[in-house]
């Protein structure tokens, strides 16, 4: 996967963007982790042209296509960290809560609610599709969690940026005030 430079100048905008929630650009870790990873999943789910309109938001979402490529965004997520030299111990490693520190202090859907709009102005600012937006967002999560990593282990911030991807690919988002994303508008189900 080859990045871009305009993917680059967005992960930098989208880490300005996360920061600016907290006061004085301080943000309780965990929930800064959370908030980017959530984002990158969502931009993600967008990328696959489901309806999100009908569906209540925070419903949760099963797809075929989230479970192809969210392992891409995490190898994204590994790839950045090992070339920051950032240590994963695997045994460290998972999903389960007490891996994952302390609970962001925002949920997901609070979390989109602040950042989706002016996320969405990003990417077209930079004339990013909705993958490409996951994957630079995915960058500014991996940056979080390496900056993240000095407050609390970097086992713990990978995991974090995990689950917070997983959440936002697998769960609506609030609707968008606009119609800024256009849509393929397939259905998110499959009856069989």
Not at 16 to 26: E, I, K, S, T, W
Request: glycine share 8%; aromatic share 6%; net charge neutral.
């Amino acid at each position: 996967m080859s990045i871009a430079e305009s993917q680059q100048r967005a992960a930098s905008e989208f880490v300005d963007l996360v920061a600016g929630l907290g006061a004085g650009r301080a943000l309780h870790s965990e929930t800064a982790i959370a908030v980017s990873a959530r984002l990158s999943g969502s931009l993600l789910l967008r990328s696959f042209g489901f309806d999100l309109d009908t569906p209540k938001p925070g419903t949760v979402l099963l797809s075929e296509e989230a479970n192809q490529k969210i392992p891409l965004l995490i190898n994204l997520l590994v790839v950045y960290l090992k070339q920051s030299q950032i240590e994963l111990d695997p045994g460290m490693l998972g999903g389960a809560p007490e891996l994952r520190g302390g609970e962001p202090e925002l949920d997901t859907l609070a979390s989109l609610e602040l950042v989706q709009e002016a996320a969405i102005k990003i990417a077209s600012r930079h004339s990013l599709s909705m993958q490409q937006a996951a994957e630079s967002a995915t960058l500014a999560t991996a940056f979080i969690v390496k900056e993240c990593s000095r407050s609390i282990r970097s086992e713990t911030a990978f995991n974090v940026a995990s689950y917070g991807l997983l959440e936002g690919c697998k769960t609506v988002p609030p609707r968008l005030a606009g119609s800024s994303v256009k849509s393929l508008r397939k259905p998110w189900y499959k009856l069989w």
